[in-house]
């Protein structure tokens, strides 16, 4: 059986340079100019995921939403 890769998709109202990846995990990080930041990419487990989560908090970034997709790793 193959493990599952978890890929993550985290919605947040704000500006967040793309510089900051490293800061949050790696995540790629995508600012569209309606003022929406996206965060997307594999986090390791559920701690990784409630660590980016608290830098959105420590910002005062306000969530719009959590993903998460599994997807099966390439043979």
Request: glycine share 8%; hydrophobic share 35%; proline share 3%.
């Amino acid at each position: 059986m193959k493990d599952k890769l978890r890929i993550y998709e985290i919605r947040v109202e704000g500006y967040l340079p793309d510089h900051w990846s490293e800061w949050f995990e790696g995540l790629e990080i995508r600012s569209k100019a309606d003022g929406v930041t996206s965060l997307s990419g594999p986090l390791s487990d559920q701690a990784a995921l409630l660590g980016v989560l608290v830098k959105i908090q420590g910002l005062n970034l306000t969530l719009i939403s959590v993903n998460r997709y599994n997807r099966q790793e390439s043979e």
